[in-house]
């Protein structure tokens, strides 16, 4: 299991002896994991709670999924809203013990962060649909460990019809809803098995999978879904390197920015108008180089930058001299 996650994650017997755990454990329960591999019982670490959650363990221990929402207090004494999943683990028909994942959803919880910064609601064109996917987006990160929830299921919870949720959702993130968990999965999976921190077998247990042979399919398509993905970026970074000069060149005023809105490159009508000579721009953002874009144009630039696009027949911006950058 990987030691750069914020959850704790922990393997324990069926004797609930400690047999493995993360480095967030030191976070969560102030003992660090080489104080508690081979040596600490589940009550000793759970203190109070163990006699809360032992339904719960008798359950993972009988054969049962389980997955809870409690109120958990760290040593430091500050509270977190958590969602603990115990998978069992089976050895030849037999359980040998159970894997347990902790997870902080105390931000899920918090709905008010975005009028905290004082940023202009967005319009409706651009936030509709665009917050309803990001939110089964949200659910399907939270079932990663729990098992896929179904389309009906998602469409229930975000009061959206099945063929919309479908429809919407691959044009927005390219893959079928389920496609896209799978992927999230085998993200996971990829940095768990290349750290050595767990086998496939291990990783097909702990993602739910009944058949760890199905895991091993998937886990090779991921791979070589991977390697594609490498060799596309490669191209792309060819093309625009071709892109680069033909913008430079344009006798237009017409500007390359990534997907931070960064500037790339910029035709030299473009430099002139906004009187950028000189001034160290690319590899700049736009909002930091020509600040007044940041409240007329960035709702737009995030909406595009999602794959959508925008057309307008005139925007005014009004033109401000910028200080140099060294």
């Not at 047999?19 to 003992?31: E, L, P, Q, S």
């Not at 399919?217 to 060799?231: I, Q």
Request: glycine share 6%; aromatic share 12%.
């Amino acid at each position: 299991m990987t030691e750069h996650t914020e959850a704790m994650l922990a393997y324990w017997d069926k004797n609930l002896i400690c047999r493995y755990a993360n480095k967030a454990t030191a976070d969560w329960f102030g003992i660090t994991p080489e104080h508690m591999i081979n040596k600490s019982h589940l009550s000793e670490i759970l203190g109070t709670l163990f006699d809360v959650q032992l339904p719960y363990i008798n359950g993972v221990l009988g054969g049962k999924i389980q997955v809870f929402d409690q109120v958990i207090h760290l040593y430091s004494g500050k509270a977190k809203n958590v969602r603990i999943t115990y998978h069992p683990n089976y050895v030849e028909g037999e359980i040998k013990g159970f894997y347990a994942h902790m997870a902080d959803i105390s931000p899920l919880n918090n709905k008010s962060h975005d009028n905290k910064t004082g940023v202009e609601k967005l319009p409706e064109f651009v936030t509709q649909n665009d917050q309803l996917l990001e939110n089964v987006a949200k659910t399907l990160n939270e079932n990663l460990f729990i098992g896929f929830p179904s389309i009906s299921a998602l469409s229930k919870q975000h009061f959206v019809s099945e063929s919309k949720l479908k429809r919407d959702f691959k044009q927005n993130f390219g893959k079928t809803i389920f496609s896209y968990y799978r992927y999230l999965q085998m993200e996971i999976a990829d940095r768990y098995i290349r750290e050595k921190r767990c086998n496939k077998n291990q990783m097909a247990v702990m993602l739910n999978f009944s058949n760890p042979s199905n895991f091993s399919a998937c886990y090779h398509r991921y791979l070589e879904e991977k390697s594609s993905d490498g060799e596309l970026i490669e191209t792309q970074k060819e093309d625009n390197t071709h892109n680069k000069t033909l913008i430079e060149q344009a006798p237009i005023a017409i500007a390359m920015f990534d997907n931070q809105m960064q500037f790339i490159a910029a035709s030299k009508r473009w430099v002139a108008e906004y009187k950028l000579e000189n001034t160290g721009f690319i590899g700049k953002s736009i909002y930091e180089v020509l600040p007044a874009t940041k409240k007329k144009c960035e709702k737009l630039h995030n909406h595009c930058l999602k794959g959508n696009i925008y057309q307008c027949d005139g925007l005014l911006l009004k033109k401000m001299m910028v200080p140099a950058f060294g």
